[in-house]
């Protein structure tokens, strides 16, 4: 870029007083800029007194120019110095680019970087590594990781670990493993980063056995592995981790009780979850926002709603999760009018509420019969708070109609929706068919589910328990018949008791626990039952 030309691009900017057109007063500006505009202003200033730009301090440069949103304009700094500025000063540019909002410019700077020759270091690495990161880039993760190899940091720890967090976070574990198993040195970072990265794959069982494997764990390795089992739908193996993880000594975090508390909401876990809340009480806790959401959430799933709500009342912040849990909450446990009530507390307070509130709204209408204002709410949800309607939300719609007997509307609202229905849309009308007796649309909803979920047994009992009722015994038969030549079966009930914080669970006629027949005798005695044992055998 010529002379002329930039000098052109920065009539802009006012020139400067006739009294300071020499390089003396320019001295007094050029250690005083602190914005890319006040750094174009003295640009401008040095062009228009003829100063060369090499009295510019390099370091101060190289900063204002990464605070500008034009990448340009850096490069145009740079490339009319005299000299070529130090690794230091690049640095100081890539780790503003990399921590800001332009991660991209920090690849494109470091490429700049080598073309003029400039050698990098192991914190220029780590710079353009954090910017891959921010951007999911693997494809230029794998060249710096190649460069840094060449460049002999192929051993650093650090930067090692930032390479297979990469890979890991971009889904390319068959590299992540090939780089772990080739590390010459690992430590706990290098673990943990396996262990999370293989959970958020869902390979909850690959995860476990790196746990397994780890030399030393700390409380992010447990709590990791804790909130993968919570994730994947194994809350017991959850608790019972948690409980090794108490006898290691291993003081839990904010995030372990997060998730313990999330799966003693799943197991209905009241006693231990009431522990898990002392102690987050005791360990400063008490504020954290999302501790005090999931202990609502717990105390709601296991039945204890006056636990709910003074944990809510004791909030001092809440979030729409918050206030959301509790309408829902509220609802689920058959209190809808002060579900509503809440709802129109929150709004008071100017929190816009999101689609779980509404779930939380339309379930309370659905409980008390309010059509009305079922209604209102599903179509306020878009009017007026730009809530876009899930599935989860025509489901609920359809409940709410179906429980009221309005059967054909809720129907013709389920041909209406712009999305697909799932098997809930078409089992909440199943449902109402069976408390309203309407066979007809008994049998359209269950030609749907049979092709949705053909598997489910709910819904072949509820269709067949519609054709018992009405007397229709050889239909019922036909239902039975057609689950055994699909393979349905009937889902056993299951139960859970935690001894000594160990969850044990049991189904019907169960003979599969280590200490069955030692638990039958006991039963046996306790009811009078003696031959309870041999008779279950």
């Known amino acids: 870029m010529s002379s002329s030309s930039l000098s052109s691009s920065l009539r802009c900017f006012p020139p400067p007083p006739p009294s300071s057109p020499n390089l003396k007063n320019n001295d007094l500006l050029i250690h005083n800029f602190n914005t890319p505009l006040e750094l174009k202003q003295l640009h401008a200033r040095l062009i228009k007194t003829n100063t060369p730009l090499s009295i510019l301090p390099l370091t101060k440069v190289a900063s204002v120019c990464a605070l500008s949103p034009s990448f340009s304009y850096a490069h145009q700094i740079f490339s009319h110095l005299h000299e070529t500025p130090q690794t230091s000063i690049w640095n100081s540019c890539l780790i503003r680019f990399a921590e800001g909002d332009s991660p991209s410019h920090a690849l494109l700077l470091f490429y700049q970087m080598r073309l003029f020759d400039v050698l990098p270091d192991t914190f220029t690495c780590s710079f353009v590594l954090k910017a891959c990161l921010k951007l999911s880039d693997v494809v230029n993760g794998k060249i710096i990781h190649g460069i840094f190899q060449k460049l002999g940091f192929g051993s650093n720890l650090f930067l090692q670990n930032m390479i297979l967090n990469l890979y890991g976070l971009c889904g390319e574990m068959g590299d992540a493993m090939l780089l772990f198993e080739k590390m010459p040195q690992r430590d706990v970072v290098t673990w943990n980063i396996m262990v999370a990265q293989l959970v958020k794959r869902g390979d909850i069982d690959g995860a476990y056995c790196f746990f397994l494997r780890m030399p030393d764990k700390n409380v992010r390795s447990w709590t990791s592995m804790i909130s993968g089992f919570v994730q994947c739908g194994k809350p017991k193996e959850a608790i019972d981790l948690f409980m090794k993880l108490q006898d290691e000594a291993v003081r839990p975090n904010e995030v372990t009780v997060v998730s313990v508390l999330a799966a003693c909401a799943d197991l209905g876990e009241l006693d231990l979850g009431r522990s898990v809340h002392e102690y987050s009480t005791r360990s400063g806790f008490k504020r954290n926002v999302r501790v005090c959401n999931t202990l609502i959430d717990m105390y709601v799933k296991c039945g204890c709603l006056e636990n709910a709500r003074r944990v809510f009342d004791e909030m001092e912040e809440r979030t729409v999760v918050s206030w959301s849990a509790m309408i829902a909450g509220l ?3 058959g209190q809808a009018e002060d579900a509503l009530w809440l709802f129109s507390e929150m709004i008071k307070l100017g929190m816009k509420p999101n689609g779980v509130t509404f779930i939380g709204l339309l379930h309370a209408c659905s409980h008390m019969g309010l059509i009305d204002e079922g209604r209102r709410f599903f179509a306020s949800m878009t009017a007026d708070y730009g809530v876009i309607p899930q599935i989860e939300h025509y489901g609920c719609v359809v409940d709410l109609l179906s429980r009221a007997g309005l059967l054909q509307e809720a129907r013709d609202f389920i041909m209406s929706m712009p ?16 408390v309203h007796r309407n066979i007809d649309l008994a049998e359209e909803a269950m030609k749907h589910l049979s092709e949705l979920d053909p598997l489910n ?11 018992a009722e009405a007397e229709r015994w050889e239909d019922a038969a036909r239902v039975r018949k057609l689950m055994k030549v699909r393979g349905v079966k009937k889902t056993s009930g299951w139960s859970s008791i935690t001894v000594n914080g160990v969850v044990h669970e049991f189904v019907a006629g169960d003979q599969t626990h280590p200490q069955a027949e030692e638990i039958y005798q006991f039963l046996g005695q306790a009811t009078g039952q003696n031959e309870a044992w041999r008779i279950c055998t």
Not at 422 to 431: K, P, R, S, T
Not at 458 to 467: D, P, T
Request: aromatic share 14%; proline share 3%; glycine share 16%.
């Open 331 to 333: 609802a689920m446990h």
């Open 419 to 434: 999305v697909k229905p799932n098997g809930v849309v078409w089992g909440a009308l199943l449902g109402g068919c069976k």
């Open 457 to 467: 047994d709910g819904y072949y009992v509820v269709i067949s328990n519609i054709y």
